[in-house]
């Protein structure tokens, strides 16, 4: 990929991860392919348009997405809707897992609110 392909993609969201929002250097960006690259046809936020429309297409600017690592690991090749999806699913299993304990005596606590019922938003969604 072109060093200005690179920047284009980093600036797309003023240096922050397209999905969590996390401000990142460009050293650290990764690119992401919006729809997996093993998938077809995709939906896409347009700003011409103010709203998602229908495309296809692999390596094009449209599909390429400044994502941290941790969001690029976990988003793997889901579809946007599995990828919010299994972040539910992982705030959830909190309360099932090792830390449950710590996790439960936080919520008792007042530390922290689960809201399983929030929508999940990524931070392109809420980008203007």
Known sequence: MKKEDRFRIYNKYDGHCAYCGKSIEYKDMQ???LVP???????????????FVVSHGDDCMENYMPSCRSCNLRKRDMS???FRDAIKEQAKG??????????????????????????VEFYFEKFK
């Open 31 to 33: 690119v992401d392919h």
């Open 37 to 51: 690259k093993n998938r077809g046809c995709y939906s896409r936020w347009s700003d011409k348009e103010g709203k």
């Open 94 to 119: 909190l309360l099932k897992g090792a830390a449950k304990f710590q996790v439960n005596m936080s919520i008792a606590y007042g530390l922290i609110q689960p809201a399983f019922d929030n929508p």
């Open 80 to 82: 946007l809707e599995q």
